[in-house]
């Protein structure tokens, strides 16, 4: 079970960031993965990338965050 929960989370990231370029969402769908990608991670005692992962989940979060004050100051201009 713990295999399959891996693996969709795996999934969801390549698939996120294989449609960042459409829409900002898509970042935010990959922060979500890669969170996902480090609990599996964890649960399964590979530290190393269990920190990784945590780390790209926080700057996918912070790229959603940016892109979406760029959308915002584009629309105001």
């Known amino acids: 079970m713990i295999t399959i ?3 969709i989370a795996v999934g969801i990231m390549f698939a996120a960031y294989w449609l960042e370029p ?3 969402w898509y ?3 990959f922060a979500t993965g890669s969170a996902a990608t480090s609990v599996y ?3 399964t005692e590979v530290y190393p990338i ?3 992962e945590a780390l790209w989940s926080i700057v996918a979060v ?5 892109r979406s004050r ?6 105001l201009h």
């Open 27 to 29: 970042v935010l769908v």
């Open 62 to 66: 912070r790229r959603f965050v940016a």
């Open 5 to 7: 929960f891996g693996s």
């Open 22 to 24: 459409r829409s900002k």
């Open 41 to 43: 991670s964890g649960l």
């Open 70 to 75: 760029s959308e915002v100051s584009q629309v």
């Open 50 to 52: 269990m920190v990784v």
